[in-house]
């Protein structure tokens, strides 16, 4: 992938930019919030990742500015602090997701892979399917090897996002967000309790594993084979 | 020294002002008040004197000189030494009659000064004032009035206008000067402790006189906002300690650990196994400086510009949902009761951060089996969020403490946590208006959140 980075840290750029190479990306840098604007307009990357206190010209106006010229490259800010507020202007100005400092950097690459594989607006589907597991999104009942699964509403919404990001690395931070509107961190261990619970209907009765722990990034949903 | 400092002060600088003020207009009134009367008293003397000639010229007009010279001899041998005094000269400048040594005759307004002539030299000279005019027949007369009463009534007057004056300015200046004092010796009071303060003692305050209205109450709303300084200066000291210690611990630990690893060579797998345990250390230490910079922003209130109407069902029954599985994993049970669509203004995310803080709070200081019960309900028109269950509780001397920043029961000390908790709560509740009580659930703890 194309990525553009705009970050006025320099170890913090190095940072993303050296890890994000290393795993097979293609990275701009810009360190001014004016140099990040000229390449974001002027160029066309897979997804950008903006600091949101840049010297010059501050993320949020980066991004207002190069959506109303029609840019629709997905954004990720990244902030200092985990305000309430500053995720909320982020988002409002046309960011697609945030990230606080400091950050694992399997949560970046996790996210970005996200971002970058959104489906197209518009397109949507009606049936999820990884391997023989199956998700009918319009009856909202799943199968596996033709077997119905019951779940709990919220253990469908769980399994429905991992299948949505079916062979990406999901976070648990991106599943407390997406599941259950969970901005914060919750001491317990509340993604792992549902996962397992999800494991012990999908997986346990099956001789083939599909939900898979990347240890210290999160979960994936994919076929082994 | 101190009259000096006085003078430099706004209130004695007003009293001299206006002590100046009051000299410059009592002045100009006495003096009006002055030139009116004296001008009174010689009118009054002019009118004595005109009248008097009016007599003489309407007897000489009815019978001639010789009435008018009787008259004002008969008048001189009468009066004495009265007031008025006439002459009555002839064309030549005979003195026909009257009680005047012989004038050089002169029509008109006239000062007379006359130095008596008698043996006795140190006698004062008389002054008169008259008006002379001539008859038909060229006969001259003269009336004139004794000025002494009227010279002895400026001089009484101005003296005792003197007199009024300075007293009055004295007055206004020493009055001046006692409220200036007065007040300045409030604001010195107020200056001091202020000083006090500022070198560190916080515990001083403004001292209280009980009267003087406005500065009082002035001194009463400063020493309010003292106390509250003093709670927060003593919160701040409380926390940036407990900081210091909370975070000192895990990060000597941490240090440990790297310095053991140092030692002696190692193969990568340990050495990864040491690296995965610092980030999961720093990892600890980052959250709870999240916490803390959480509960700053929340008690700075710039949450509340975002309130909107919160389904407080709605986010009881999404917290329930995500936490009763987590209840059971530890052989605890989450029930809920939850009335539907009680909606509360407020921030949805905060306050779903706030139940729970409140539900982890029960299940990691409660034992197995404990039942954990959320109820949220209307309690006479307000929405009412209750949190209960059997675990331990709180002793009700702590449970004032609880929500302090780092605190922690000394029964809890080993179990996970940073004493942020309830302390995130408190500040959520205050900015929604609300108010939290802790009670006893016998056994167990009640929460219970009233909210506005």
């Avoid at chain 2, 009267?211 to 927060?232: D, P």
Wanted: hydrophobic content about 45%.
């Amino acid at each position: 992938m194309k990525i553009l980075v705009i970050e006025d840290d320099a170890e913090t750029a190095a940072y993303i930019a050296n890890g994000l190479k290393e795993h097979g990306h293609t990275i701009d840098l810009a360190a001014t919030g004016r140099d990040g604007l000229f390449l974001a307009a002027g160029e066309s990357y897979d997804v950008m990742v903006v600091d949101r206190m840049l010297p010059e010209l501050d993320g949020v106006s980066i991004v207002r500015t190069i959506r109303s010229g029609g840019v629709a490259t997905p954004v990720l800010f990244l902030t200092a602090l985990g305000g309430v507020d500053d995720r909320v202007t982020g988002l409002d100005a046309g960011a697609d997701d945030y990230l606080v400092k400091p950050f694992a950097f399997s949560e970046l690459v996790a996210r970005i892979n996200a971002l970058a594989r959104r489906p197209p607006m518009g397109a949507a589907e009606t049936t999820l399917r990884v391997a023989d597991l199956e998700m009918d999104l319009l009856k909202r009942n799943v199968t596996r090897a033709g077997q119905a699964i019951g779940l709990q509403p919220r253990e469908f919404r769980l399994l429905e996002y991992l299948m949505r990001h079916a062979g990406e690395v999901v976070t648990r931070t991106m599943l407390l967000e997406h599941v259950w509107d969970f901005h914060f961190d919750p001491h317990t261990n509340v993604v792992e309790t549902h996962v397992s619970r999800i494991r012990a209907k999908v997986d346990k009765p099956f001789p083939v594993t599909l939900i898979h722990t990347t240890r210290g990034a999160g979960y994936s949903i994919h076929d082994p084979g | 020294m101190r009259l000096l400092a006085a003078a430099r002060s706004a209130p004695v600088r007003y009293a001299l002002m206006f002590a100046g003020l009051s000299a410059v207009v009592m002045a100009l009134l006495l003096v009006l008040l002055y030139v009116w009367a004296t001008t009174l008293l010689e009118r009054h003397l002019q009118e004595v004197i005109e009248q008097q000639l009016t007599i003489l010229r309407t007897d000489f007009a009815q019978d001639g000189r010789n009435s008018v010279v009787g008259l004002v001899a008969q008048h001189a041998r009468r009066r004495g030494t009265g007031p008025v005094h006439m002459l009555v000269e002839d064309a030549r400048g005979k003195v026909l009659a009257g009680d005047l040594p012989p004038v050089a005759p002169t029509n008109g307004w006239q000062d007379i000064e006359l130095v008596p002539q008698s043996a006795k030299t140190r006698a004062k000279p008389r002054r008169f004032r008259g008006f002379g005019a001539r008859l038909d027949d060229n006969t001259f007369i003269l009336v004139a009035h004794d000025t002494a009463d009227l010279r002895q009534t400026r001089s009484l007057l101005i003296r005792s206008f003197i007199i009024a004056h300075g007293l009055t300015t004295l007055l206004a200046l020493v009055g001046g000067l006692a409220i200036g004092n007065a007040l300045l010796k409030r604001v010195d009071a107020i200056n001091r402790t202020a000083s006090a303060i500022m070198d560190g003692d916080l515990s001083r305050r403004i001292p209280v006189v009980g009267w003087q209205g406005e500065l009082e109450n002035l001194a009463q709303s400063l020493n309010r906002m003292l106390t509250r300084i003093e709670e927060l200066m003593d919160n701040l000291r409380h926390v940036s300690s407990s900081i210091a210690h909370d975070l000192r611990s895990p990060l000597g630990r941490h240090r440990q650990r790297l310095e053991v690893a140092r030692m002696k060579v190692r193969n990568p797998a340990e050495y990864e196994a040491v690296i995965d345990n610092a980030v999961e250390e720093i990892d600890a230490i980052l959250k709870t400086f999240d916490a803390i910079l959480r509960i700053a922003q929340v008690e700075a209130g710039t949450p509340r510009e975002r309130f909107s109407q919160v389904d407080l069902s709605h986010v009881g029954e999404n917290v329930v949902d995500a936490f009763a599985p987590v209840a059971e994993d530890v052989e605890m049970q989450l029930l809920a009761h939850i009335d539907p669509n009680l909606c509360v203004r407020g921030d949805r995310e905060l306050l779903t951060q706030m139940l729970v803080n409140l539900i982890e709070n029960s299940l990691r200081h409660s034992p197995g089996g404990t039942r954990i019960v959320l109820c949220i309900e209307r309690h006479s028109g307000r929405a009412l969020l209750k949190l209960s269950d059997t675990g331990p509780g709180i002793p009700a001397s702590e449970r004032g403490q609880v929500f302090r920043r780092f605190y922690r029961l000394d029964s809890s000390r080993s179990t996970p946590g940073n004493g942020l908790g309830l302390s995130f709560v408190s500040a959520v509740v205050r900015l929604h208006g609300a108010t939290i009580s802790l009670e006893d659930n016998a056994p167990g703890l009640t929460v219970a959140v009233v909210f506005p």
